[in-house]
């Protein structure tokens, strides 16, 4: 877990000045990856009373275009907002329950980069996300 002054590092890199909400949202973004907008703002104000409803969706879209933070939308799904950016790495969500995990990109080629006809796009990014059920939702379902 990276540390508040691993934080304002991240921030100031980013040429993003430092105050109290970018770092308890940061936070809360870290401790829970993919939580929607609704979890984080729970969890800011947690800690952070005083940081508004309006300051953390200020501050999501401020680290969203700056990189620090990626949004994810599964269809049907509010926004999930997570840390690990960068990586373009794939999700799987629970159709029964909404659960979100992190699927690495196919190792070795990038066959989802690949598409059977680009339709002469110049093709950078794929968005794969794979839908079924998580373990707990399988081993409720046999019970
Ligand atoms: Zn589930
Ligand atoms: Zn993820």
């Known amino acids: 877990m990276p540390s508040t ?21 940061l936070t809360v973004v870290h401790a829970h990856p993919h939580a929607d907008t609704d ?7 947690r800690d952070s009373p005083t940081v508004s409803h309006q300051a953390v969706y200020d501050v999501l879209r401020a ?8 949004r994810i939308q599964p269809s049907g799904s509010v926004a999930r907002y997570e840390s690990r950016v ?12 909404g659960t979100i995990a992190d699927v690495d ?6 066959p989802c980069l690949t598409a059977s006809d680009d339709q002469g796009f110049s093709i950078e990014e794929a968005e794969v996300t794979y839908w079924g059920a998580c373990r707990e939702c399988v081993a409720a379902a046999a019970n």
């Open 105 to 110: 990109c196919a190792v070795g080629e990038t």
């Open 5 to 25: 002054s691993d934080f304002e590092r991240l921030l100031r890199g980013a040429a993003l000045r430092v105050t109290r909400p970018r770092l308890a949202v």
């Open 39 to 45: 979890s984080i703002i729970a969890a800011v104000r």
């Open 63 to 70: 680290l969203t275009s700056a990189g620090l933070v990626r």
């Open 86 to 97: 960068g990586d373009n790495h794939h999700h799987v969500v629970c159709r029964s329950c």
